[in-house]
Nanobody
């Protein structure tokens, strides 16, 4: 089993910045990918960003079009932690943000059903 704990959510002004963290524990060696998803009230959970997790691969990153150029996903393998740096957030970025982990590649990063483990979520509210 892998446990994921998100932190760093809160209230941020539009145009500001916020960094989310996701700390992984347990059998992290059973996964090679981490992703961030988000869900606003009344909507489906949607992909935000993903990153290759294993120290043996290329650290490839993946982004949803609405966040490209504004959000950055990164990882610290020594700390078993993945980050989502949110720059210039907009009101539409308001949602509960979830961290996810799994063993996957390519297009699977964009699909929530590809991930095995999920965190409990952290609320991000962007004020206009």
């Amino acid at each position: 089993q892998v446990q994921l704990v998100e932190s760093g959510g809160g209230l941020v002004q539009a145009g500001g910045s916020l960094r989310l963290s996701c700390a992984a524990s347990g059998r992290t060696s059973s996964t090679d990918a981490m992703g961030w998803f988000r869900q606003a009230p009344g909507t489906e959970r949607e992909f935000v960003a993903g990153i290759q997790w294993s120290i043996w691969n290329s650290r490839a990153t993946y982004y949803a079009d609405p966040v490209k150029g504004r959000f950055t996903i990164s990882r610290d393998n020594a700390k078993n932690t993945v980050y989502l740096q949110m720059n210039s957030p907009k009101h539409d970025d308001t949602a509960v943000y979830y961290c996810a982990a799994g063993r996957l590649s390519g297009r699977a990063y964009y699909i929530k059903e590809s991930y095995t483990y999920w965190g409990q979520g952290t609320q991000v509210t962007v004020s206009s």
